[in-house]
């Protein structure tokens, strides 16, 4: 759906390539993280996407078509964005904001006005009570779901995000992670995501595409990159505590034995192994059980860490 052909890009009065010999596919009703450390041109490759930057080499294709040969304005119509302070316009209220584009697609009055309160019920915000609301009576949290309902509002098939969640406090950050999460992957839509946030990249991707210095170093599933980083600088990058990430990703069920459960802590059977060390580091234990599982030890989750779950079952992310 999004493709990066031999990419480049250097900057009027720069010496360095912002990005050079990138080669990226974003599969159709996937999400793809971008990260890295800052500058190294994460946010230069999602801007080609939607021609706010021209590469100087290659071609990035979007369901196929060479984005060089299509007009901008209209472009960026087809295609969600979504920034880091949703950049709300301040003085409309958030039907008009999540409005913007299905009135400048000159959608019926009537269909504009159903597909906003649709949109509103999509991110969590109640119709009735957030309709007529200003951006500045809103949380950072409800306004980043405000920039969503917008960025989705014309039913785009692509969706770049450059640090959604970075305005939103930490506690809100992972709900709102999760519940956008599960959104686009049920709505089947094509994202690019830029992020700095490891943990977010993790949680929301199917593929994570490490940068370093404009090019690409290790395009990988979530939990390939944290089990075999493709260098020393993936490996720092993702850093020592790349196997508690791990075991973020995979069901504490999977790893779970038969045997008898009486006395010992019970966790949720939707707890990930990560829950599940943490539960035995705070209860002192070194067992406990998975509700609908069996009993987790902290032996199996040293060997989880260290190969990942056991075959036949899937992680979930
Ligand atoms: P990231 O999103 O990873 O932080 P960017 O893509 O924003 O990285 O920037 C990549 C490099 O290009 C950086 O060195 C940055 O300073 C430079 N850069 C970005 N935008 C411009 C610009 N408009 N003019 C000149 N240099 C820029």
């Known amino acids: 759906m999004i493709r990066f052909e ?3 890009r250097t900057y ?12 990226l596919t974003v599969a159709d009703g996937t999400t793809l993280a971008l990260i890295g450390p800052s500058g190294c041109g994460k946010s230069t490759l999602l801007r080609m996407v939607n021609r706010l930057v021209d590469p100087d ?11 060089a040969g299509l007009d901008p304005v209209a472009l960026r119509r087809r295609i969600g964005y979504v920034l880091q302070g949703v950049g709300l316009f301040p003085h409309r209220s958030v039907a008009q904001n999540v409005a913007t584009v299905p009135g400048l697609l000159g959608w019926p009055k009537r269909r504009v006005r159903e597909r906003v309160d649709a949109m509103l019920d999509l991110v969590g915000l109640e119709p009735a009570a957030y309709r007529d609301r200003r951006p500045d009576e809103l949380s950072g949290g409800q306004r980043q779901r405000v920039g969503v309902a917008r960025a989705l509002a014309a039913d785009p098939a692509v969706l770049l995000m450059d640090e959604p969640f970075g305005a939103v406090d930490p506690l809100g950050r992972v709900r709102l992670q999760a519940e956008i999460g599960e959104i686009l992957g049920r709505l089947g839509k094509t ?17 994570v595409a490490l940068m370093r210095d404009g090019r690409l170093v290790q395009d990988a599933a979530p939990a390939d990159l944290l089990a075999r980083p493709a260098d020393a600088f993936v490996e720092e ?8 990430r791990r075991l973020g990703l995979i069901a504490a069920g999977a790893l779970a034995e038969p045997g008898a459960a009486a006395g010992l802590p019970v966790l949720p059977a939707a707890a990930s192994a990560r829950d599940a060390l943490s539960a035995l580091l705070a209860s002192g234990a070194e067992r406990l059980a998975v509700a609908e599982a069996g009993i ?5 989750l040293r060997r989880a860490a260290r190969d990942g779950a056991p075959a036949g079952f899937t992680s979930g992310a």
Do not use: C, K, N
């Open 6 to 8: 031999g990419v480049a």
């Open 12 to 23: 009027p009065g720069q010496e360095r390539p912002a990005v050079a010999g990138i080669d």
């Open 57 to 67: 080499a290659g071609r990035v294709l979007v369901g196929g078509e060479d984005v």
């Open 191 to 207: 994202v690019l995501l830029v992020t700095h946030d490891l943990d977010e990249a993790v949680r929301l991707s199917d593929r």
């Open 237 to 244: 990058f993702v850093g020592a505590d790349r196997l508690l």
């Open 296 to 300: 987790v030890t902290l032996a199996s």
